[in-house]
Every structure is written in C-alpha cells, then in structure tokens.
C-alpha cells in the first residue's frame, strides 16, 4: 500500500521535473522554470522516497520476524547491531535524515523569498513569511554540523559486555570512535531510560520525551585509552533494580534506554547518542529496592562544584539554594510566557471566542509565575536541636516551616522538569515526606544529578533517616 500510495507523486513529480529541464534547455518555457523544477523535486522525491521505504520496510520486517521466531524470549537479539554485540551510533541516520528535512524544507520555502517583497509592498505584515526560509538556513547549518561530526570522529558503535544491560545490575562495554584531537576535559557519559509517548492522530499528532532515571559518569582523559578506530571509551553503569525495560512493543508508549557520550574538542564538539538495550533478566533480583534505597550501593563522592552554599555553625547545619541558578531554564520559560501573552493578547484584539484567550492567557501566567520563581525563589533548609526547619520565598523571604526529625519518613529525590527532549537536560528536585504521608519539597530544580545526590544524603544523615532505612533494611 505504501509503495501504490508513492506511485502517482513519483509520476508526476517526474513528469514535471523532466517538462521543466526541457522547456528550460529548448528556451521555449513561458513562465518561470524553477517553480516546475521545485515541484517535480518534491513530489519526486516524496513519492520515490516512499517507494523505496516500502521496499526496504518489507526486508526489514521479514528479517525481524525470523529473528523474533529464534529467539522469542530474548527480544535483545531482534536487533541487528545488538544480535552482534554493539549498538551503532545514531549520527549517521540523524545525518541523512537531518539533510532529507532540510532539502524538502527549504525546496518548499525558498520560493517565499520571490512572493514576499511583492506582498509587502501592499502589506508590510507580509514580512513575516522570512520565518520559514529563516528556519531553512538553521536546518541546512544543523545539517552542515552533522555532517562535520560523521566525518570527524568517523563510525562510531558501542560494544556491549555482556548483553543486555542488566535491570539491578549493569551496562558495561566501551565506546569506539576517532578523536583527531584529544579531549583534554575528558568524556562525560550520560544512560537515560526514555518514556517516548505519542498522542493524538493524524494532523494533530505529537510525541514527546520523558526522561524516567538519568546516571551521569564523567571520565578523565586518562581513563581512555587507544582503540580500534582510534579512542576507546570504557563505559560501566549500575541500572537501578525498579527500572523499566526496553520496550517497543507498543510504539504510541514505548521505553527506551540512550547512552551518551559528550566531550568539548575544537571544531566541531563530539556528541554520540547510542540506542541500548536493557532488560529484566535471570540476573536481575526478585523484588525492586524500596524508594530511596538507589544510591545505597555505592559511594557518593562531595562534588567539587557546588551550586548551593552548604554552612556548618557548630550544631546547625544550613542549605541555602539561591536565586536564578538555571538562567537559561527561566529564560526560555519567559520567552515562552512572552509568546504566548503575545498570543492572547492578539486573540482579545480581534475578539475571538472568550475561551481562547482565557487559555492562552491562563498558561501564559503560569509561565510567568514558574519563570519568576526560577529567577526570585529561594530555599533555606536548617536542620539542629532536633528540628528540620523550612522557609521558601522571594529573595530570601518566606512563611518558615518546622519538621520534628522523629516524623520525617524519608527524603528522597526526583526528576522534576526537563529541557529538550531524550538527550535533553533534566532538573532535580529533593522532597521530605512526613509520617503523614505529605510531602514537601526541599529543594528545586537542580542541574548536577551528583550534588542532588551528595546533598539528599547528607540530609538524610542528619536527619537520622540513613540511620532508620539501614535499620529496617537489617531487620528485615
């Protein structure tokens, strides 16, 4: 169906595509050339790009049948690259895929560039149709940067030791790829369990990213050493035991696992992305650890960067998170706020149906307040003499709040917000729950998953929450 359903596109895109390079050789064309040749490009394009998906769609979906029937129990060995023991790099696809965007985008607005000037001669507003072929330039850059980034640090692919990672165990194996010059502020890895959903139909279809459990390692230059293609990355993670697995089965709510590696070089920076596996396994244990209990297997080192002032006078001990510490989040949330004010405001002007200013004002305000917080808010949590005292505010300011440590049930913490989508940046927040059952939140929307990890532990010890976990965790 795919294939009869490109057929027509690819016939008359050819068709006008081979009329316009005629009448342009034979000089016998009596309008403008270049608009057959956009459309026969185009329509071409698309309908051959079906066509051949179609046919490349069908071989795929015969190979992971047969694989499927192999090995029904082990869904890792579907894959291809993982049958073999190595994930491949997603810089190729996104590669291609980036210049395909790019081309159809920019053969479908260039145009706009002739319709414009004419059109803003009797409306200046007709100015604002520069938007696309704007946004044409930035996705041919992105694309040029790609590009620039394949050839550079060459084909590069994750070899897995074992496979799969392991859910309550680990994910251990090493990154092969070419660096021309080495990075002398080493690699940060990042292995992210992504919950892809997609809502909607049709036209109105969207997907969205959420980010579940992110661990971040980051790696000296002296712990890389020489490889096959050129450098090799060791990589180890510990994959929480109440993990989700990898799971496609359903592509509208699928999960799954993405291992980065980042590091600053000049020229172009190296950012891979490697799609993983990780499944619950005869390795993995029986019950998931309690809430809280992730960061108990290991060692978590102070950081040597902080970004809220920790204070010891004597018995009292004082975490104070200060205001605007993520600029850069709360200045996207009031260049959102300022669009979509923009927006309501627009609406009340022409004076559509009430209802859609209303929601266009009414979550332009929450932008507005959430910006306003990340830029003014404040969080002050002293904990001595028994108490855990809390007082959140603008600048300083705030209503203070006081926890008896005896009716502390636990302080935990977890991915609060996020910025872009699977590869994007996740923020923190630390939440005390009293014996009540109610939660409250210590501290918001922390960038380093290392010194929210460092400062819920040293919280917790003072508090003699540590204490009381280690103490049930025995007794049971």
Not at 151 to 166: D, I
Not at 364 to 385: E, K
Request: proline fraction near 5%; include cysteine.
């Amino acid at each position: 169906m795919l294939f009869v359903f490109g057929l027509p596109f690819a016939s008359f895109g050819l068709i006008a595509l081979s009329t316009a390079i005629r009448r342009m050789l034979t000089g016998t064309s009596k309008g403008p050339v270049w608009l057959g040749l956009i459309f026969g490009i185009v329509f071409s394009g698309i309908g051959l790009g079906l066509m051949f998906a179609a046919i490349l769609g069908g071989r795929f979906l015969k190979r992971q049948q047969r694989a499927q029937a192999e090995h029904p129990a082990e869904p890792w060995l579907w894959r291809e690259d993982w049958a073999q023991g190595r994930a491949n790099s997603k810089t190729r696809p996104g590669m291609i895929g980036a210049w395909v965007f790019a081309a159809l985008w920019n053969a479908v607005s260039m145009p706009v560039l002739v319709f414009v000037p004419r059109a803003a001669a009797k409306n200046p507003a007709a100015y604002v149709g520069l938007v696309f072929p704007v946004m044409g330039v930035f996705l041919l850059v992105r694309a040029i940067r790609l590009t620039l980034a394949y050839v550079e640090f060459g084909k590069t692919y994750f070899e897995m030791t074992p496979v799969p990672g392991v859910i309550g165990g680990e994910l251990k194996g090493m990154i092969q790829a070419r660096f021309p010059h080495s990075p002398d502020h080493g690699v940060q890895l990042r292995l992210s369990c992504v919950n892809r959903v997609t809502s909607g139909s049709g036209d109105s279809q969207s997907t969205w990213e959420h980010i579940r459990w992110r661990e971040e390692v980051s790696l000296s230059p002296a712990q890389l050493y020489p490889g096959p293609t050129g450098t090799t990355i060791p990589v180890s993670f510990h994959i929480p035991a109440d993990a989700r697995e990898t799971d496609t089965t359903n592509l509208r709510d699928a999960v799954i696992w993405q291992l980065e590696a980042i590091a600053n070089v000049p020229g172009v920076d190296y950012h891979d992305v490697f799609e993983v596996p990780v499944f619950r396994t005869a390795q993995s244990p029986a019950q998931a650890s309690a809430e809280g209990d992730t960061t108990e297997t290991r060692a978590i080192e102070r950081p040597s960067v902080f970004t809220i002032q920790v204070r010891q006078n004597g018995t009292e001990t004082e975490f104070y998170f200060p205001a605007a510490r993520n600029k850069g989040f709360a200045a996207g949330m009031m260049v959102v706020f300022l669009i979509f004010g923009s927006i309501a405001l627009g609406l009340v002007h022409a004076r559509a149906p009430f209802i859609f200013p209303l929601a266009f004002g009414g979550f332009s305000l929450l932008l507005l307040y959430g910006g306003l917080q990340m830029l003014l808010g404040t969080t002050r949590v002293t904990i001595s003499n028994g108490v855990l005292r809390l007082q959140k505010g603008i600048l300083g300011g705030g209503k203070i709040r006081q926890f008896p440590l005896a009716a502390i049930a636990s302080i935990t913490y977890k991915i609060a917000a996020q910025q872009g989508g699977g590869t994007g940046t996740v923020f923190y927040n630390i939440e005390l729950m009293n014996s009540a059952g109610r939660k409250f939140t210590l501290g918001y929307c922390l960038r380093s998953k290392q010194e929210t990890e460092w400062l819920t532990e040293e919280m917790r010890r003072l508090t003699g929450v540590q204490a009381k976990a280690k103490a049930a965790s025995t007794s049971q």
